[in-house]
């Protein structure tokens, strides 16, 4: 069973670049047809999709968080990562990294990481 | 704000039933397949229905999920104090800004 595990600070000044990796195990991440997926979840419940990296290294962001987006990906580390740059107090949340199975007529993450906190301090 | 639509919070009594709806528009539900997540308190989301009104393996048949139009709905019977969770619809939207989205979330207490 795959299992994701998020990593990376838990402290980013605004302005700077917030910096996170999902090591994965128990699965590939070049595994045919999956797409790697970042999600966060603010304080107070919403939950928010930021974007995913495919197996095969295309990527889709949010619209909204676009322009301060970048996905990658290290086959060889079995992990993918988050790069959101120019922080500010409003990108405070917990990220989760998470699988989606590539269903073409929805999204379906059916593996999540625990979640980690990101505080963005001024 | 969400872009699909769900109640705060719903409540019963153990052993009865809830639903939970999940309303959206022609660009998200009324044309993708609908998840159902279910999260517990300080873990992460976890899946409970995908394509609508499947279940993955190991989750019980007392959940259940069905759509109609550009509307799902969640059904749980024979509620457990366990079942008390946030629950969480989720699509993809095919509109200008496509992407992945969600529901605001339901609180599910059970009395």
């Known amino acids: 069973q795959v299992q994701l595990q998020e990593s990376g600070p838990g402290l980013v000044k605004a302005s700077q670049t917030l910096s996170l990796t999902c090591n994965v195990s128990?699965?590939?991440?070049?595994?045919?047809?999956?797409?790697w997926n970042w999600i966060r979840q603010y304080p107070g419940k919403g939950l928010e999709w930021i974007g995913y990296?495919?197996?095969?290294?295309?990527?889709d962001y949010n619209a909204s968080l676009k322009s301060r987006i970048t996905m990658s990906k290290d086959t060889s580390k079995n992990q993918f990562t988050l790069k959101l740059s120019s922080v500010t107090a409003a990108d405070t949340a917990v990220y989760f990294c998470?699988?989606?199975?590539?269903?073409?007529?929805?999204?379906?993450?059916?593996?999540w990481g625990q979640g980690t906190l990101v505080t963005v301090s001024s | 704000q969400s872009v699909l639509t769900q109640p705060p919070s719903v409540s019963a009594a153990p052993g009865q039933k809830v639903t939970i709806s999940c309303s959206g528009s022609?660009?998200?539900?009324?044309?993708?397949?609908v998840s159902w997540y279910q999260q517990l308190p300080g873990a992460a989301p976890k899946l409970l229905i995908y394509?609508?009104?499947k279940r993955p393996s190991g989750i019980p048949d007392r959940f259940s999920g069905s759509k109609s139009g550009t509307s799902a709905t969640l059904g749980i019977t024979g509620l457990q104090t366990g079942d008390e969770a946030d629950y969480y619809c989720?699509?993809?939207?095919?509109?200008?800004?496509?992407?992945?989205?969600f529901g605001g979330g339901t609180k599910l207490t059970v009395l």
């Open positions: 990296i495919h197996h095969s290294g295309t990527t």
């Open positions: 998470a699988r989606d199975r590539g269903s073409i007529t929805g999204t379906v993450f059916d593996s």
């Open positions: 022609s660009s998200n539900i009324g044309n993708n397949d």
């Open positions: 989720g699509t993809w939207d095919t509109s200008l800004n496509a992407g992945g989205v």
């Open positions: 128990g699965g590939s991440i070049s595994s045919s047809g999956f797409y």
């Open positions: 394509e609508n009104d």
